[in-house]
């Protein structure tokens, strides 16, 4: 286990200031089940997320953020790929108008530039400029939609082990036999709890895992290719039609769009909901 962001009296804590924000750079990063009476707000520059809160389980991309309200018991379960992240502490009693359950934010620009310059405050006392910026931070975050985007996360400890080692390794192209031998879970009960535990069967959960990764390095300017050939698919043409498939919108499009500064929600996607008329036959 990783040592806290911040101490837990301090996580808990009513004084001044306002907002505490924390930054961190790791290659892996797993936290115990806790809670805190602070709000929560955390996300990543790079790499994914996996995180549990309440009963829900996510993968989240660095497009967005993971919001948990006081005093929910969360854990983060583990970080994948080059990992740099950020976390803001909100006082409890200015969340009183933000979300009442953990949720996934889309992280707008005008949020994300406002985490930004919170990161080179010294978390002692606000001066007037600081405090009409976390007004805006407290606006956007009750503001801004909450999205089904993230992948939800196997609870049964053998398919979570499979979760964890593709959200680490998306190219991993071992199939689901292979997998219940590492795994040491039948092919019959991984199929029938894979999809009772997230919606998806294993074939469609790990599309829709390289998809959210396929996010993040379109936001970071990768090539198109070297994404096609890093998430595992042979070629760039079925990698450009799955993405497509789930977003509505070729890599290009969406990459020219983040450069473009356009908003996530100008996209009709369907990522993460249960498209039955998946049958992707690039992976295995």
């Known amino acids: 286990m990783n040592t806290p962001l911040i101490s837990p009296q301090l996580a808990s804590s009513d004084s001044e200031p306002m907002i505490i924000s924390t930054a961190r750079h790791s290659s892996q990063r797993v936290t115990q089940r806790h809670g805190h009476s602070r709000g929560q707000l955390l996300g990543s520059l790079q790499g994914l997320i996996s995180i549990e809160a309440e009963s829900s389980q996510w993968i989240v991309p ?28 909100i006082q409890k009693n200015a969340c009183i ?7 996934i934010l889309e992280l707008s620009d005008l949020l994300r530039e406002a985490i930004n310059r919170t990161m ?15 007004a805006v931070i407290l606006d956007e975050i009750r503001t801004i939609p909450q999205v089904e985007l993230a992948l939800p996360m196997p609870k049964d400890m053998r398919l979570l082990k499979i979760a964890l080692a593709l959200s680490d390794n998306p190219s991993d192209d071992r199939n689901i036999d292979e997998w219940g031998v590492w795994a040491g879970i ?48 042979d070629n760039i043409s079925g990698f450009i039609a799955i993405f497509r498939r789930n977003f509505g919108v070729t890599p290009g499009n969406y990459q020219r769009a983040m450069r473009n500064r356009l908003s996530w929600r100008n996209f009709t996607y369907t990522s993460i909901q249960n498209d039955n008329h998946i049958n992707d036959k690039l992976i295995k």
């Open 97 to 103: 108008k933000l979300p009442i359950k953990p949720c």
């Open 120 to 134: 080179s405050w010294h978390n002692s006392e606000l001066q007037p400029e600081q405090q009409r910026l976390i």
């Open 62 to 89: 660095a497009t967005h953020a993971v919001w948990i309200p006081p005093n929910v018991q969360h854990s983060l379960l583990g970080t994948h790929g080059p990992f740099e992240g950020w976390s803001l502490y």
């Open 186 to 233: 039948s092919r019959r009960s991984l199929t029938r709890r894979f999809t009772n535990e997230t919606g998806f069967n294993f074939t469609e959960w790990r599309q829709k895992l390289r998809m959210l990764k396929a996010l993040e390095l379109l936001a970071a300017g990768k090539p198109i290719t070297e994404i096609s050939l890093y998430l595992g698919y």
